[in-house]
Nanobody, 114 residues
Framework: QVQLVESGGGLVQAGGSLRLSCAASGSIFSLHAMAWYRQAPGKQRGMVARIGSGGNTNYADSVKGRFTISRDNAKNTVYLQMNSLKPEDTAVYYC????????WGQGTQVTVSS
């Protein structure tokens, strides 16, 4: 079974940057669109960035221009570079297929202080 392991979160001041990584086991990674999601306390999980198997990207309006999603198919890893972080970016961040089909990993906590 494919497993997703997110890492790279932490505590950062507003305006700072973090780079998240998501390692996926299994050989299906390169065939599928991947996405980063986030869930803040008391809110539903939502997609913030998506990358297709060919590298095309899409972003939620709230992160457009600040976040960059990328992938390394050779390493079965997807990344999320987050710049100009805001307190409202505080959430647990998860990766998954763009349809959320795989079992969710534990996520990685991102906390942005004002």
């Amino acid at each position: 079974q494919v497993q997703l392991v997110e890492s790279g979160g932490g505590l950062v001041q507003a305006g700072g940057s973090l780079r998240l990584s998501c390692a996926a086991s299994g050989s299906i990674f390169s065939l599928h669109a991947m996405a980063w999601y986030r869930q803040a306390p008391g809110k539903q999980r939502g997609m913030v960035a998506r990358i297709g198997s060919g590298g095309n990207t899409n972003y939620a309006d709230s992160v457009k221009g600040r976040f960059t999603i990328s992938r390394d198919n050779a390493k079965n890893t997807v990344y999320l570079q987050m710049n100009s972080l805001k307190p409202e970016d505080t959430a647990v961040y998860y990766c998954n297929l763009d349809d959320g089909y795989l079992p969710w990993g534990q996520g990685t906590q991102v906390t942005v202080s004002s």
